[in-house]
């Protein structure tokens, strides 16, 4: 670190464990930027070091800066790791509009804008083996979420799926397409020769020193096999809910529900929501060595130390979920946790546990939180019995966040402040944010992804409601009333505040 960044106060050079390079290199940024003081860096690295918290969590956690400012300095910092050492300052003071374009964004991530052409030169230089190796660790890098090999009549394509899009990566050749296909199903353990039924399984590969769980699906097109592979995320850190995404108010609302005796807290939104992410943090908070806490999931994404995890499946001869759940419920548990309600079977049972005194934690496919309270109907729930054991639906999207590498601000007229139900006299000159595209974010604008959330707590009113299974409607009516901060308003919030941009709202929030 250079001399003139080293935090000044004494305590900032207290005696600790020597901090990463990186971590080092943060927290000069932090300081030299007038962010923190060293005392403050000395405070969040003591956090850190007694909560097994990184640097940069630590300092969130800690609430010191915001995500956004952190976010900028640090690809500031990792600008400067990758550079050479820059010559010794002079004497000479820089002047303004210099340290203007010191501060400015770098093109961040060396690892998407090279993945392209370092895949595609991996195609003529070495085996097939290492050639999925490289797909699969370079996918994990990305953040992508899914793999698709697509089968063409010349070919192989390979997309990653980052940030919800799918990003055209690599062609294979036709020559090498079909022991690419091959390889990948050696090893998910799958039938090699079967091209004409779909296939499901799964592949563990080490990536960083730690296991990653990546299921294979196949399906027959008429060009070959086309094969998807999901990548499920590895929670290492379970940062609290105000930084999955959701409001001062909504973070309060849930750490006072989880904190119950008994009953139900079900997260409804599609497929690749979130709704995971937030049930750990749920059993992260409340877990215990008081408590008896029990999950039973299809996979298990994230290792928690004193929970008792159970893995069921769907293949011949694998636990179900109905089944895993009643014999959870002879194991005395405090709290459970159900991966997913998938049938009526799941659902009455779950339901029936949270009416019996287990806290119990779930998520379902609904597209809002009213809606999810139809569909427990359909599963054939009684409204007396849903009344009696709901605490709260939490409803949530995933918004794709702002690059903050080539973002840049507009000023909206009048008629898009009211397609988005805002005044245009209160909003005079509000300045809304987008991304131009740049190489760091595919072209695409946006970096990252935070929740929207919907939290509808059952009080007395919407019970009564409930137990006369009125329509979702009438329920939505209701809830606003009563202060629910709906996805649509929670999203708009997250315009304004510059995290994302009205497209992409539009994208995911029914309006």
Do not use: W
């Not at 592979?229 to 609302?253: C, P």
Request: with cysteine; aromatic share 4%; hydrophobic share 40%.
């Amino acid at each position: 670190m250079d001399p003139t960044l080293a935090p000044s106060s004494p305590s900032a050079a207290k005696a600790g464990p020597a901090p990463s390079p990186e971590d080092a290199a943060l927290a000069a940024v932090l300081i030299k930027n007038g962010v923190l003081t060293g005392d403050q860096v000395e405070e969040a690295r003591r956090y850190a070091e007694e909560h097994r918290r990184d640097f940069k969590q630590a300092i969130l956690e800690m609430n010191l800066i915001s995500p956004e400012r952190l976010n900028q300095l640090a690809f500031e910092r990792l600008r400067a790791l990758a550079q050479p050492e820059a010559p010794a300052p002079t004497s000479t003071p820089a002047s303004p509009a210099e340290t203007k374009t010191m501060l400015v964004l770098p093109d961040r991530d060396q690892i998407q804008r090279d993945i392209r052409k370092e895949l595609q030169d991996l195609t003529q230089t070495v085996p097939v083996p290492e050639l999925i190796g490289q797909i699969l660790e370079r996918a994990i890098d990305c953040r992508a979420t899914d793999i698709h090999f697509d089968s063409l009549d010349n070919g192989l394509r390979v997309r990653y799926r980052i940030d919800g899009q799918l990003q055209d990566i690599l062609f294979i050749e036709s020559s090498v397409a079909a022991a690419a296909l091959s390889r990948v199903k050696v090893m998910s353990n799958l039938n090699i020769v079967e091209r004409r039924h779909s296939q499901d399984g799964r592949i563990t590969i080490m990536y960083n020193g730690k296991p990653r769980d990546l299921r294979v699906a196949t399906f027959p097109t008429i060009y070959g096999e086309k094969i998807v592979i999901r990548i499920h995320e590895v929670l290492t850190d379970v940062v609290g809910f105000h930084h999955l995404g959701m409001n001062k108010s909504q973070a309060e609302a849930l750490d006072r529900l989880i904190v119950q005796p008994y009953g139900a807290v079900l997260v409804a939104g599609p497929v690749g929501a979130g709704k995971t992410s937030t049930l750990y943090n749920c059993l992260e908070r409340i877990n215990s060595p008081l408590r008896n806490v029990m999950t039973i999931e299809d996979p298990i994404e994230h290792r928690m130390p004193g929970v008792n995890q159970t893995q069921v499946g769907s293949g011949p001869g694998d636990m179900s979920f109905s089944e895993g759940l009643r014999a959870m419920l002879r194991q005395d548990p405090d709290i459970v946790m159900i991966g997913e309600i998938r049938d009526e079977e799941t659902a009455r049972i779950g339901i029936r546990a949270a009416l019996t005194g287990v806290l119990v934690f779930s998520t379902l496919h609904g597209s809002d939180a009213p809606s999810t309270i139809s569909n427990l109907y359909n599963f054939g729930i009684p409204g007396y019995q849903l009344s009696s054991s709901l605490l709260a639906i939490v409803s949530q999207r995933l918004v794709r966040k702002i690059c903050p590498n080539c973002r840049v601000c507009f000023t909206p007229d009048e008629k898009l402040l009211l397609s988005l139900e805002l005044d245009p006299d209160e909003h005079q000159g509000a300045e809304l944010f987008r991304g131009t595209g740049c190489p760091a974010c595919f072209q695409t604008g946006y970096i990252g992804r935070t929740g929207v959330f919907e939290i509808m707590m059952i009080g007395e009113e919407l019970r009564d409601l409930i137990f006369q299974q009125i329509p979702r409607d009438v329920l939505r009516r209701v809830a606003v009333d009563l202060g629910m901060r709906t996805l649509k308003q929670s999203a708009v919030d997250k315009i304004l505040e510059g995290v994302t941009t009205v497209e992409e709202v539009y994208r995911v929030v029914s309006f």
